[in-house]
């Protein structure tokens, strides 16, 4: 016997919820159980708990539990990311009982709609699938011509562009001939040169129309002169997020290492990268980092120093050691640069010859630029909680201990920052951009 169809189309949403759920909170246990209530049947609902650790989403008689463990509850962002996918599930699933809707809107069920779902979350209205196209949507197609751009390539240089989307039908010229951002402007060669999404944008208004091509840094210098932006944020890319802060704009871009970026409300929201999306709440990472280094100068420095390497596509392992006497157990001595300097002529001396350039240094009188050409070396870079510099580029000893043999399939890097975990905080910096804390244990992914 053939299921009826709205039976079949809700076995499907159903999937396309847990598999939701599952990419965007990963971190997060997913259980199912059967409700007895008749109100969850076809509209999805969030239903309230006095559990921080705890969310519950209703739908077609299911009850969607996720939890997360105790020291660490759900982030606003979490919560808002998984009311976002509930929406536009739960709109899109009545749209294709709506014939009227059907009709009008094609675009609905074009591209990802993973895109939907980042589009709804930072729209922040509720998500309806109508005859016309809403905010949430323009932003969705906004981020689909900028995948489409990355498939492709101008005189051999790989693709980088940007657009900043006003939040608002805030005033500003508009030419008679605008046309519509969208993916036919893909095919005009010179589109690909017209802004390069770090140092210019295209200027979207809320209506999807094409209005100008501006400088990001001036843009963000009008709305914030001192562009003081308190999330942490890659510095290249810092300007892009000072140019949303206290607006309802949004900036999304395709970085010259092939990775889509959205900005909004002043931080660094998303990214899309090795084919799928990453909610980064970085502002509460960044906290559960401060907690476990308790310096927040070290904290801040480290923590801007990972995010820019990630950018860069860099490796990096940064360790903030809680007791420096553990340094014994973790830097072999010739990688010591908080022992006194070898006589001259001694051959640990001679094995690190610019050893002396950073012996005695902290973090506070190490700029920028030279401490990520410190962690861009081979091996490890390691400080005490005074911001002591301990060791720089050193390969890390990895004493026998319970646990060692589930790390041997783990790669070099990886295996280094378990290890030093055990014995302070660590950064991770992979070189496909992804930045892992550890503090005993991963406690979170960027």
Avoid at 18 to 45: G, H, M, N, W, Y
Avoid at 162 to 178: E, I, N, S, T, W
Avoid at 412 to 419: E, I, K, P, V
Wanted: with cysteine; net charge negative.
């Amino acid at each position: 016997m053939a299921l009826p169809p709205a039976f079949a189309a809700s076995a499907l949403y159903d999937s396309l919820l847990q598999s939701a759920l599952k990419r965007f909170l990963a971190r997060a246990t997913l259980e199912l159980e059967a409700s007895l209530t008749d109100s969850s049947i076809s509209t999805l609902s969030m239903q309230p708990t006095d559990d921080p650790c705890e969310l519950v989403l209703c739908w077609f008689g299911t009850r969607h539990i996720l939890h997360v463990p105790r020291a660490q509850p759900f982030t606003a962002h979490e919560l808002r990311v998984a009311r976002a996918i509930g929406e536009v599930l739960s709109a899109r699933y009545q749209s294709i009982l709506d014939p009227s809707v059907l009709a009008t809107r094609a675009d609905l069920f074009q591209g990802l709609i993973e895109d939907r779902y980042v589009g709804a979350f930072l729209d922040r209205r509720p998500y309806r699938a109508g005859t016309e196209r809403n905010r949430a949507d323009r932003l969705a197609n906004c981020i689909e011509v900028l995948r489409v751009a990355a498939l492709s390539s101008y005189e051999s240089h790989a693709i980088s562009s940007g657009v900043l989307v006003l939040g608002d039908d805030a005033p500003h010229p508009r030419h008679q001939a605008a046309r519509s951002y969208g993916q036919p402007l893909t095919a005009v060669k010179s589109f690909y040169r017209l802004c390069d999404g770090v140092r210019t944008v295209f200027l979207i208004g809320e209506d999807g129309l094409l209005l100008d091509i501006i400088d990001i840094t001036h843009r963000a210098r009008e709305i914030h002169p001192m562009m003081a932006i308190t999330s942490p944020c890659p510095s290249a890319y810092r300007q892009h997020a000072a140019a949303t802060l206290g607006t309802r704009d949004t900036c999304i871009v395709l970085s010259p290492s092939h990775e889509i970026k959205v900005f909004a409300e002043g931080a660094l929201v998303f990214t899309f990268r090795n084919a799928e999306w990453h909610l980064l709440d970085v502002e509460a990472k960044y906290v559960q980092w401060l907690q476990a280094v308790g310096s927040r100068p070290i904290a801040e420095k480290l923590f801007q120093c990972a995010l820019d390497m990630a950018d860069a596509r860099q490796g990096a392992l940064l360790v903030v050691l809680r007791d420096a006497g553990a340094a014994g157990s973790l830097v072999a001595p010739i990688d010591r640069l908080d022992r006194p300097a070898p006589a001259r002529g001694d051959s640990e001396g001679l094995r690190r010859p610019l050893h002396y350039l950073l012996r005695g240094r902290t973090l506070a009188d190490v700029d920028e630029t030279v401490l990520m050409a410190l962690a861009s070396l081979d091996g490890a870079t390691v400080v005490d909680t005074r911001g002591c510099l301990i060791a720089a580029g050193a390969i890390l000893m990895h004493p026998h201990g319970e646990g060692t043999d589930a790390w041997v399939s783990e790669g070099a890097r990886t295996t280094a920052a378990q290890t030093a975990g055990r014995f302070g905080a660590v950064l991770k910096v992979s070189t496909d951009g992804m930045i892992t804390c550890y503090d005993d244990r991963s406690l979170w992914n960027i």
